[in-house]
């Protein structure tokens, strides 16, 4: 990893921001990009993984979490690789337009 520069993108919450994490972060050499005002559809999860999940899942019934486990296996087996960096792509606009804004931006 000595060799490879590492991004890190975190949010704003006061424990990521703290004295501690922010030392730690600089420790470790990592460049923490930077990161607009909070903004739901700008993490990842909230952006393309779970919603398309959540559709995914809708309306099925299960008797137990290993039904549930397995299903969402199956669902992101499924998933094409270039999914994911498609989505993410697409994030990092969304994410260029944001800062460029400085945070008065939500997509509808």
């Known amino acids: 990893m000595a060799k490879k520069k590492v991004l890190f993108h975190q949010d704003n ?3 990521h921001t703290g004295a501690v994490t922010m030392a ?3 420790e470790l050499g990592y460049e923490l ?3 607009p005002p909070y903004s739901p559809d700008l993490a990842p999860s909230d952006y393309f993984l779970f919603p398309n999940l959540k559709k995914w ?3 099925k019934r299960f008797d137990s979490n290993d039904e ?3 299903q969402i296996k ?3 087996e499924d998933l094409d690789k270039s999914y994911f960096l498609e989505r993410i792509k697409k994030l990092e606009k ?3 337009k944001c800062i460029e804004l400085k ?3 939500v997509e509808k």
């Open 13 to 15: 919450a006061r424990v």
């Open 24 to 26: 730690k972060i600089y």
């Open 33 to 35: 990009l930077p990161h």
């Open 57 to 59: 899942l809708g309306g």
């Open 68 to 70: 549930v486990i397995s």
């Open 74 to 76: 199956a669902y992101f």
């Open 94 to 96: 969304r994410w260029t």
């Open 103 to 105: 945070g008065d931006y």
